[in-house]
């Protein structure tokens, strides 16, 4: 059920008694929060001419991980579109996931349980490369790691284990623009931009006293790494919405796929509890099963196919078949609550915030954090062009400009991404009917198909 939660303002403001404390340390930025993001921030400060000369932090509450490429897939992937790519590439970071691992997907296949109606897309009818490339978030957080380690990163340190008790901000119309970190250690840190990566709890937001959008989905995502029955190419992305909720074969290598099937949090902990072979017989189902249909809407569709046909244009009859699962790999289920947040405002006075702090979306789109990617450039960029032009850090001006610029592209991106969840959450006949006559025009028509990639977003989860 929708539920509005304006999150009440907890103001962290005033830590009074970091006055007095003796300063640690004192830097141009702060970033709170070493998630990709965080990461990839750090990354391209240190990457960029421009503000290579900046001092910066990075503080990450969770200690340093040593990392180890398993045989095993993790069960923890993200889909990155191309915008992403770029991004990695900029920092090279993209060669050392290359060497890693990394899954391309050229051809991806969405379809409704309900009806007929499917939508594809293929790397060779509409990009001149891939759809996207499947990664898992290990990988990606060790090749930013590796990058953020080496002699061209000369600006930036990283304390892990990081616990920051609260934050001082500088007040409105103040001259002073300082923020304060204090850490639960005592230890007390400062700077004259502080930027929140801390993620969907974000502690940087709630002191910043923003008022927040949010409400949960009545959903859970449950995730598994899968072995499939054949061993194919397995390039193709797949995701069937059923009546519960869609359901994301993500491919990893020839033979393995990852599982994000979003459900009702009953159905969740149900698949969770159940034994391997009646949890792959329950994947199986929900990718194979036939649903029960309506006349109505499938003459509808029929009918409109008829039309597309004779036009010459895509019908959408044409469809490929999902794989198999023979087994899913030792202990990689688990499930992650979904929610929605927008911060109506990412900015205050010396203080920015990018990613999952800023914006929540629903996976079913593999949006997350290719909006936080796209944080990273924008602030990056603009940061940059304002110290050129003899700004300073923390100046109004290009902080509203980051705010704009991101605010028109997330909020849109994240309301249609809401909007697609609530059109396929209730399996109502004119809701199915609308759905399924929207999916086969778009399919048919190559230029609005063509408008979904236009960003670098790819429509659906992958
Ligand atoms: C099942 C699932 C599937 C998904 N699939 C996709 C996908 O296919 N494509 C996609 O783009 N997105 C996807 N997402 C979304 C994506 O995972 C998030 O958008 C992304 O992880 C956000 O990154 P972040 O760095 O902003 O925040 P986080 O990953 O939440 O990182 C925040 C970091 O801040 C640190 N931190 C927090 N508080 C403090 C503190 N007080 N002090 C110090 N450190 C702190 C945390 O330890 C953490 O490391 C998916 C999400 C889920 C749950």
């Known amino acids: 059920m929708l539920k509005t939660n304006i999150q009440s303002i907890i103001s ?18 702060i970033i709170a929060g070493g998630g990709m993001v965080g990461c990839t921030l750090a990354c391209a400060m ?14 990450e509450g969770s200690l340093s991980q040593r990392f180890e490429l398993k045989q095993e897939y993790s069960n923890r992937v993200v889909a990155l579109n191309q915008n992403t790519k770029s991004l990695m590439k900029s920092l090279q970071v993209w060669e050392h996931v290359e060497k890693m691992r990394l899954q391309p997907v050229r051809y991806m296949q969405v379809w409704d349980a309900c009806s007929d109606a499917l939508i594809s897309f293929s790397s060779s009818d509409i990009l001149d490369d891939d759809v996207a490339y499947i990664v898992e978030n290990d990988v990606l957080l060790h090749a930013i790691d590796k990058e953020l380690k080496t002699s061209d990163v000369k600006n930036v340190e990283i304390v892990y284990g990081a616990k920051i008790a609260g934050y001082e901000l500088p007040q409105i119309n103040s001259q002073n623009s300082e923020s304060i970190v204090k850490m639960s250690n005592g230890d007390t840190y400062k700077c004259q931009l502080l930027i929140g990566a801390d993620g969907a709890n974000s502690a940087v937001r709630k002191a910043m006293g923003v008022q927040y959008l949010s409400w949960n989905y009545d959903q859970m995502g449950v995730v598994a790494t899968l072995h499939l029955a054949e061993e194919t190419e397995n390039t193709t992305a797949w995701q069937r919405f059923l009546p519960t909720g869609p359901v994301a074969f993500l491919p990893l290598d020839s033979k393995r796929s990852s599982l994000v099937w979003s459900t009702t949090h009953a159905h969740a902990k149900e698949l969770l509890k159940l034994p391997d072979e009646q949890f792959v017989d329950a994947l199986n189902d929900a990718m194979w099963k036939q649903y029960p249909r309506r006349g109505a809407v ?67 789109a593999g949006q997350g954090v290719n909006l936080g990617f796209g944080d990273v450039k924008d602030l990056t960029d603009l940061l940059a062009d304002a110290l050129y032009t003899g700004l300073d850090i923390s100046h109004h001006s290009w902080l509203q400009s980051y705010e704009s610029l991101r605010q028109r592209h997330n909020v849109p991106t994240q309301l249609a991404i809401d909007a697609l969840y609530r059109l396929y959450s209730l399996d109502i006949a004119p809701l199915v009917l609308v759905r399924s006559l929207g999916l086969q025009l778009t399919n048919a028509f190559h230029p609005i198909k063509i408008g979904l990639y236009d960003d670098g977003t790819p429509a659906a989860q992958a």
């Open 12 to 29: 962290l403001r005033k830590l009074s008694s970091s006055q007095n404390a003796s300063i640690k340390g004192s830097y141009d930025v």
């Open 46 to 59: 240190g990457k960029k001419a421009l503000l290579s000369n900046l001092k910066v932090l990075l503080l």
């Open 298 to 364: 499938d003459a509808c569709t029929m009918w409109v196919g008829g039309l597309l046909r004779r036009a010459g244009l895509p019908d959408g009859a044409e469809r490929q078949l999902p794989p198999s699962v023979r087994a899913i790999a030792p202990a990689s289920r688990a499930a992650f609550p979904f929610a929605f947040g927008h911060s109506t405002k990412y900015i205050a006075p010396g203080v920015v915030l990018v990613g999952d702090a800023a914006h929540r979306v629903h996976p079913l």
